[in-house]
């Protein structure tokens, strides 16, 4: 599952680039998916394929449970010490209007910023980071593609030692393990739904 370059993420027409231009794009990831018909949404994806119940691979779910065991341990899945504003207070009146899903709802560990019709905007706000996780989806007439965006804000001078320390594990495990699971959530709810 490839990582893509900032320059094509940017170039998708989506209401993130502009929400979270001042917060850095940690890395972004695709996977093209296949195209039964016209018109599916990533929120019809996340509805009908139950998207959100994600089944991760044996290896990948050991680290997260790893490091949700180490973060319980070490406190840092508490808010942190420092004032910060969660990007819900961003939203425009019109953001909120347009979101398919009440900003702040819990989505596992994540809360929810927003969900359009083709993209999701989720955040989670702890001592090691203040991020934002992304998910897009873009028709073309041959494929879908999913996109996966990864947005890091530092809330203290640990959160970039922290990042490097998780980096390999999220590039070379989690995220493929996520992607697949997409994939596989999409070949099995799509190749349904199609079925008479």
């Known amino acids: ?54 089944n991760l691979s044996p290896l990948a779910r050991a680290l997260l449970d790893i490091r949700l065991f180490v973060g319980r341990l070490l406190g840092w899945d508490r808010e942190p010490a420092t004032d910060c504003e969660a990007f819900a207070m961003r939203l425009t009146t019109a953001d909120r209007a347009k979101s398919l899903v009440r900003p702040g709802t819990p989505e596992g560990i994540f809360r929810t910023v927003y969900r359009f019709e083709n993209e999701q905007l989720l955040e989670l706000i702890n001592r090691t980071a203040h991020a934002a996780a992304l998910s897009a989806l873009a028709e073309t007439s041959t494929v879908y593609r999913f996109y996966f965006g990864v947005y890091v804000r530092n809330v203290s001078r640990f959160t970039p030692v922290y990042m490097s320390l998780i980096d390999p594990f999220r590039k070379h495990i989690v995220y493929p393990s996520l992607l697949r699971t997409v994939r596989a959530t999409w070949d099995t709810t799509f190749s349904m739904a199609a079925t008479p």
């Open 1 to 54: 599952m490839p990582r893509i370059s900032t320059e094509e993420f940017r170039g998708v027409p989506l209401r993130v680039h502009e929400f979270l231009a001042d917060v850095p794009l940690h890395d972004v990831w695709a996977v093209d998916l296949p195209h039964p018909r016209s018109g599916i949404t990533l929120n019809d994806f996340l509805r009908l394929g139950n998207a959100l119940t994600c």
